[in-house]
């Protein structure tokens, strides 16, 4: 019998008459909105500093000989569904994030955690073994995924805390559409902390001393690399829109890699980077392999590409929050880029002259506009050399255009009546810069979680290219796996507004060609 299984069996005799009776105390009030419940079931000291009181409790001192633990506390978590309605995954309102709930336990670090279920709800299990899990954020504070709860459903959370003391604040937030989160409070029976027996005492210091040894001996023997790991120089290169992934990904395979890997990125746009890729034959002249990535397929004469499908990238059109409109059709999109409308008040916005400010014709974003939304009518010519003042007089509206996405939402950010273009995460809070807004497109917004049947057009896939197929133990092909089917990579991609090729949502849309 595991530590956990004692702790949990202690746990359970005392709260098990209230685990029955929760759910017809809370039900009865049968409430339309989403509710999910949390209560801490127990907080109890396993160490101590100081003289031990008497008479001796059998919880205490169970790290004495463990500096580092003295000082050592359990929590238990219960997570419940307490209201009349599901609650789906969709349901958390954090956009930015994968997870839905934060658990913080301030002066208090935590050491271990884990999960229990009931066996009714066992297939819960999955969304805390897989990506993302639980996370520790900071040293006080869980993360946890967006666990999807019928009516009646639980789960709890056991978590190993050193720092700080017994009954220390604990706190759980987060936000339900249409519902609350809100703090229960346990009858007397249920707050009444579990004894341990001479079993769980030694159990619970097998553990304190694996803990100690897990995060100690890395430090001092190095080991084998992953299996999923290859070593080398590898050049990531080509869109700017999605330059912010690759940029985290490097890092985290890096760092799962135990830093062997050598890994550049060096976004210069789509097109660009596939044109450098065909050029030099996959490799650098100091030996790095290069991939390409692109938001959009690359063009047909490059032959020789293989590609690989990672993500479906979303993009949005940007405003100057003076033109205080938050919607347009596709249909008034077009008559802006064929220069058909040039004053805002045309479509029920202010007495502002259009300004077109848009990206270079190597741009990924640019081509994904070009196909996605205007039908396949490039932009018209750039008329302005700094989005200010027009120097080409024959072309009808003020357009420019600019190297980076950052230099496209600063123009715009500063510029009145400029409408630009950006990938999603780029242009939404806190990564947008201050003075603008997004737009939604037919009353579409750019939603990941529901690319799938919103119908949202301004979006394309990212694809990744490389010279030829490279071989199956090669840095390139591990980085790409590691991209598209770890759990970390495709968490990665989520986390900035991208919907993973790796996902059965994601599945279904990247095997489109629509």
């Not at 994968?98 to 297939?123: C, K, M, S």
Request: charged share 20%; with cysteine; glycine share 10%.
């Amino acid at each position: 019998m595991s530590w956990l299984d004692i702790t949990f069996t202690a746990a359970g005799l005392l709260l098990g008459v209230v685990s029955v009776v929760a759910p017809f105390a809370t039900n009865w009030r049968a409430r339309r909105s989403r509710r999910i419940g949390f209560r801490k079931q127990m907080d109890i000291a396993i160490g101590h500093n100081g003289p031990v009181p008497e008479p001796v409790d059998a919880r205490l001192g169970l790290f004495n000989d463990l500096p580092a633990m003295r000082d050592a506390t359990l929590v238990l978590l219960r997570i419940e569904n307490d209201g009349s309605r599901h609650v789906e995954e969709s349901d958390y309102i954090d956009p930015s994030t994968q997870y839905g709930l934060t658990a913080e336990f301030p002066g208090r670090r935590i050491q271990a955690q884990d999960v229990t279920l009931p066996d009714e709800h066992a297939n819960l299990m999955g969304y805390f073994e897989n990506q993302p899990g639980l996370h520790v954020a900071a040293p006080g504070t869980l993360r946890i995924p967006r666990v999807p709860l019928k009516p009646g459903a639980h789960y709890k959370i056991l978590v190993l805390l050193t720092g700080g003391q017994e009954g220390d604040e604990v706190t759980v937030t987060g936000d339900l559409k249409d519902g609350k989160l809100h703090e229960n409070h346990s009858l007397t029976p249920d707050e009444k902390p579990p004894v341990f027996s001479r079993q769980a005492r030694w159990t619970t210091v097998v553990l304190g001393l694996a803990l100690m040894a897990a995060t100690t001996l890395p430090l001092l023997l190095p080991g084998p690399l992953p299996d999923d790991c290859e070593t080398g120089t590898l050049r990531l290169t080509g869109s700017t829109a999605f330059a912010p992934v690759l940029t985290e990904l490097a890092q985290k395979y890096r760092d799962h890699c135990a830093g062997e890997p050598d890994i550049t990125v060096a976004a210069h746009g789509s097109r660009t980077g596939v044109r450098e890729l065909a050029l030099s034959g996959g490799r650098t002249e100091q030996g790095a392999t290069v991939v390409a990535f692109s938001d959009g397929p690359r063009p047909a004469s490059y032959t020789r590409l293989g590609e690989s499908r990672i993500a479906v990238s979303l993009f949005t059109l940007v405003v100057h929050d003076d033109v205080r409109l938050t919607n347009l059709s596709v249909a008034d999109v077009r008559r802006l880029y064929r220069g058909e409308i040039r004053n805002w008040s045309r479509l029920g916005g202010p007495d502002l002259p259009v300004v077109l400010v848009s990206r270079t014709s190597g741009s990924g974003t640019r081509s994904a506009l070009t196909a996605r939304v205007l039908a396949g009518s490039d932009e018209p010519p750039a008329s302005s050399d700094d989005c200010v003042n027009r120097t080409v007089r024959t072309v009808p509206l003020l357009r420019c255009e600019l190297d980076t996405t950052e230099q496209v939402l600063d123009t715009v950010a500063r510029t009145p009546g400029a409408l630009g273009y950006s990938e999603l995460r780029a242009a939404s809070p806190p990564d947008a810069p201050h003075g603008l807004h997004r737009l939604t497109l037919d009353g579409r917004a750019p939603d990941p979680d529901r690319l799938d049947s919103s119908g949202y057009p301004y979006r394309e896939i990212e694809y990744a290219y490389t010279y030829g197929r490279p071989p199956a133990d090669s840095l390139a092909s591990s980085f790409l796996a590691y991209a598209v089917d770890n759990g970390t990579g495709k968490g990665v991609v989520a986390t900035h507004g991208h919907l993973p090729c790796g996902t059965p949502v994601g599945l279904r849309v990247c095997s489109r060609t629509d």
